[in-house]
T-cell receptor, first 116, second 115 residues
Framework: GAGVSQSPSNKVTEKGKDVELRCDPI?????LYWYRQSLGQGLEFLIY????????KSGLPSDRFSAERTGGSVSTLTIQRTQQEDSAVYLC????FGTGASYEQYFGPGTRLTVT | GNSVTQMEGPVTLSEEAFLTINCTYT??????LFWYVQYPGEGLQLLLK?????DKGSNKGFEATYRKETTSFHLEKGSVQVSDSAVYFC??????????????FGTGTRLTIIP
C-alpha cells in the first residue's frame, strides 16, 4: 500500500517568506508526527497530532512554526517569516495509535527546505 | 530529559567485515529502543527494535540487545555488504503524558562499505 508522502520534495525560499509543507499519512493512521533533520541539531521532534488535535507541540522551535491537520488525514506545517536557521529536512511520520500499545512510526521521504 | 549518544561517523569498512555501532541512552522512564536506517535517497526505515531490558531486536542480519545495566543498545552485524551503506540512527521512545511516543534520536552514523 501507499506509504507516507510529503510535498514538495524540495523547497527553496527567500528569507522572510512563508512556506507550507504537506504530509499525507498512511490511511488509517491516527497518529502523525513532524520531525526536523538539520546539520546542527540532528533529528528533532516538532509536533504530534492525534486525529485533528495536537496535544504535544513541545518541539516547535518558535511561534513562527504552526501546523494543522484536517479530516484526520493530511497535515500542513507552516513556517512564517522563514530564517536561514530553518533550513533543514522536514520529516513526517504516521502510526497507528492505541493506549498502552507501541506502534511503529512510518516516515515519509521528507521535504528539504533551503532558506536563502 | 531523554538523550541518545551514538558513535560518531563516518565509518568505512570492507565487505564481510564485522560491524559495531555504539549507542547509549539516558532516559527517566522505561523507553523502547530502536535502530532506524536511511539509505541514500530514501526515507527513514525502522531496522529493529526492543521494548524491554534484555530483549534482542534483529533484522537483515543486524542485531542489538537492550542492556539496562549499561544503558546501551549497540548495533552489530557479523558480515556487512555493500548494500548496507547508509546512515544509521539510534533512537528511543518514551510515552508522554499526551499519550504519544516521542522519538529521541542520536546524531546518526554514516556507514560506507567498500567492495
Amino acid at each position: 500500500g501507499a506509504g507516507v508522502s510529503q510535498s514538495p520534495s524540495n523547497k527553496v525560499t527567500e528569507k522572510g517568506k512563508d512556506v507550507e509543507l504537506r504530509c499525507d499519512p498512511i490511511s488509517g493512521h491516527t497518529a502523525l508526527y513532524w520531525y526536523r533533520q538539520s546539520l546542527g541539531q540532528g533529528l528533532e521532534f516538532l509536533i504530534y497530532f492525534q486525529g485533528n488535535s495536537a496535544p504535544d507541540k513541545s518541539g516547535l522551535p518558535s511561534d513562527r512554526f504552526s501546523a494543522e491537520r484536517t479530516g484526520g488525514s493530511v497535515s500542513t506545517l507552516t513556517i512564517q517569516r522563514t530564517q536561514q536557521e530553518d533550513s533543514a529536512v522536514y520529516l513526517c511520520a504516521s502510526s497507528l495509535f492505541g493506549t498502552g500499545a507501541s506502534y511503529e512510526q512510518y516516515f515519509g521521504p521528507g521535504t528539504r527546505l533551503t532558506v536563502t | 530529559g531523554n538523550s541518545v549518544t551514538q558513535m560518531e561517523g563516518p565509518v568505512t569498512l570492507s565487505e564481510e567485515a564485522f560491524l559495531t555501532i555504539n549507542c547509549t541512552y539516558t532516559a527517566t522512564g522505561y523507553p523502547s529502543l530502536f535502530w532506524y536506517v536511511q539509505y541514500p535517497g530514501e526515507g527513514l526505515q525502522l531496522l529493529l527494535k526492543a521494548t524491554k531490558a534484555d530483549d534482542k531486536g534483529s533484522n537483515k542480519g543486524f542485531e542489538a540487545t537492550y542492556r539496562k545495566e549499561t544503558t546501551s543498545f549497540h548495533l552489530e552485524k557479523g558480515s556487512v555488504q555493500v548494500s548496507d551503506s547508509a546512515v544509521y540512527f539510534c533512537a528511543l521512545s518514551d510515552r508522554t503524558n499526551f499519550g504519544n511516543e516521542k522519538l529521541t534520536f542520536g546524531t546518526g552514523t554514516r556507514l560506507t562499505i567498500i567492495p
